[in-house]
């Protein structure tokens, strides 16, 4: 989502003739564009800001710090940063042109943190390479009690379909071939009577488009109709991201997630009889406030059980504002040895997995050059593969798998 953001600033003042340069020391206007969704984002946002105070000491220069972390900390950040002349929220992209002007003319610091319903509709980023973000709506209104996105983001609101449908077509026209529709949840997309299955539809069946991605889901709006619309249509990828967070049913509750590891469990094996082919792949919270070791050990025996193509692994942060800051926090060394834990035991299964795909043959979307030489894509399933020779990016080829260099596939492709 910050990817998407950074690309509508960027659009917008390209718009107004404004250059993006290679290194900070060529600029006149820096723009940090921070998160909030966990404690260490901030404190990295902070220091990276910090480091920044004798840049802008130079005349004529311009520091703004945009994104969810200017909407959370916007007074402290024009308290404690006198340097840092204009904080934007994330609805406030749009204007931010006249603001840099304002700023300039007036020698003046602007903060300007509203949150209303934009969409930023119309605004159609200039994309470059061979896969591509696109937002199909904004903001979130679940509340889990450890997420700070709906009071930095704003309640969720859908764009209409067909200013998706006239974005996507520009893509296409530049070049992109692969498209990730992104959202909090994008399983409650919901405009004038268009759900997400009826979107997948009509994006995919955009000329020119090889495949469609999309994050995330939250398991208790993934529906049978979406499995059915992503087994169906060819230009959909197999690739389900379904945050789990906890295996416990009561740490599920007091994450206000409103589902059981029982009807978790069942998504999942309903995508895998519907999509035999289908990797999923989750994000974990350990060491939320009062789990218990046996709590813990749940979510081991489900991530052991459904065997996750991949995990997004993470220690619980506290974050302000939210339900769970109230709660008392575990202590931090046996929060650090459970994820500790489950990192070896999630990797052990990646690892494991990626070695079952040698001999076998995957479609791959060729992207970019290999660090070490010839050419990186991805299969259907959001894994990356290598292969040792130049194949021109956008290309789509059959590679078969040969060997696995540490947790990267490497093949060859074949007719």
């Known amino acids: 989502m910050n990817k998407n953001d950074s690309a509508i600033i960027r659009h917008l003042l390209g718009k107004k003739g404004m250059l993006e340069v290679d290194h900070v020391t060529q600029a006149d206007i820096v723009i940090i564009n921070t998160c909030s969704v966990r404690d260490h984002a901030e404190q990295r946002a902070l220091g990276h800001i910090a480091t920044l105070r004798s840049w802008r000491e130079q005349p004529g220069r311009i520091l703004v710090v945009v994104g969810c972390m200017a909407q959370r900390c916007a007074s402290f950040i024009m308290n404690e940063y006198p340097f840092v002349d204009l904080v934007l929220g994330p609805d406030s992209y749009r204007s931010i042109t006249e603001k840099l002007k304002a700023v300039r003319d007036k020698q003046t610091r602007i903060r300007e943190t509203e949150l209303h319903d934009e969409l930023y509709n119309g605004i159609y980023p200039q994309s470059s390479g061979v896969s591509d973000f696109i937002s199909i709506m904004r903001g979130c209104n679940n509340y889990c009690s450890y997420c700070v996105v709906p009071y930095?983001?704003?309640?969720?609101?859908?764009?209409?379909?067909?200013?998706?449908?006239?974005?996507?077509?520009?893509?296409?026209?530049?070049?992109?071939?692969?498209?990730?529709?992104?959202?909090?949840?994008?399983?409650e997309y919901d405009h004038k009577g268009n759900d997400f299955a009826g979107l997948l539809e009509q994006v995919s069946r955009m000329p020119g488009l090889c495949r469609v991605r999309f994050l995330t889901s939250h398991p208790k709006d993934l529906t049978d109709k979406i499995i059915n619309t992503i087994a169906r249509e060819s230009v959909l990828c197999e690739w389900f991201h379904i945050p789990m967070q906890s295996g416990n049913d009561r740490i599920l509750a007091l994450m206000n997630r409103q589902y059981t590891i029982g009807k978790y469990r069942d998504l999942v094996r309903t995508i895998r009889k519907k999509i035999p082919n289908a990797t999923v792949t989750t994000d974990i919270i350990v060491g939320f406030p009062t789990e218990t070791d046996r709590e813990y050990r749940d979510t081991i025996e489900v991530v052991k059980e459904i065997q996750f193509d991949d995990a997004y692994m993470y220690r619980y942060s506290s974050r302000p504002g939210t339900a769970a800051a109230g709660y008392d926090m575990l202590p931090e060394k046996m929060i650090k040895n459970r994820l500790h834990d489950l990192i070896i035991i999630q990797n052990e299964i990646v690892t494991r997995k990626t070695k079952l795909m040698i001999g076998h043959t995957y479609e791959v979307l060729f992207e970019v050059p290999a660090r070490q030489g010839g050419m990186r894509g991805k299969t259907r399933g959001n894994k990356d593969v290598i292969v040792a020779m130049d194949v021109v990016p956008g290309t789509t080829a059959n590679v078969k798998i040969e060997k696995v260099i540490g947790r990267t596939p490497t093949g060859a492709i074949v007719p």
């Open 152 to 187: 930095v983001r704003g309640p969720v609101r859908s764009r209409p379909v067909m200013d998706i449908i006239a974005q996507v077509s520009t893509m296409v026209k530049n070049g992109v071939r692969e498209i990730t529709l992104l959202g909090q949840n994008v399983n």
